[in-house]
């Protein structure tokens, strides 16, 4: 089973920057994308950002332009860049992987990291 281990959160003002990183172990074959998620207190879990191992990268609305997600050469270690930071990204983020399927990221369900919390106040 695949286990992920999320870091680099923290807590920043509105317009400031972090970067998150994931170190993966026993990713499946099958798994040809890799991203992250976020969950905010009261709300359910939501894509933030994906990348296949070609190199295809996907992203929720609300964060283009201001995130940017990379990986590793061994396609194990993705990173998410954020950049100017809003209270609304606020929430616990995590570390997945999935089928890339005609250019969307298909997270196999259940298997996250503890996350990294991201705090960015007004």
């Known amino acids: 089973q695949p286990q992920f281990m999320e870091s680099g959160g923290g807590s920043v003002h509105t317009g400031g920057s972090l970067t998150l990183s994931c170190a993966a172990s026993?990713?499946?074959?099958?798994?040809?994308?890799m991203g992250w998620l976020r969950q905010a207190p009261g709300k359910e879990r939501e894509g933030v950002a994906y990348?296949?191992?070609?190199?295809?990268?996907q992203y929720r609305d609300s964060v283009k332009g201001r995130f940017t997600v990379s990986q590793d050469n061994a396609k194990t270690r993705p990173y998410l860049k954020m950049n100017t930071g809003k209270p609304e990204d606020t929430g616990m983020y995590y570390c997945t992987g999935g089928a890339w399927e005609e250019g969307v990221c298909y997270p196999e369900a259940g298997y996250y990291g503890k996350g990294t919390q991201v705090t960015v106040s007004s």
């Open positions: 990348i296949s191992t070609n190199g295809i990268t």
């Open positions: 026993g990713v499946p074959e099958r798994y040809n994308c």
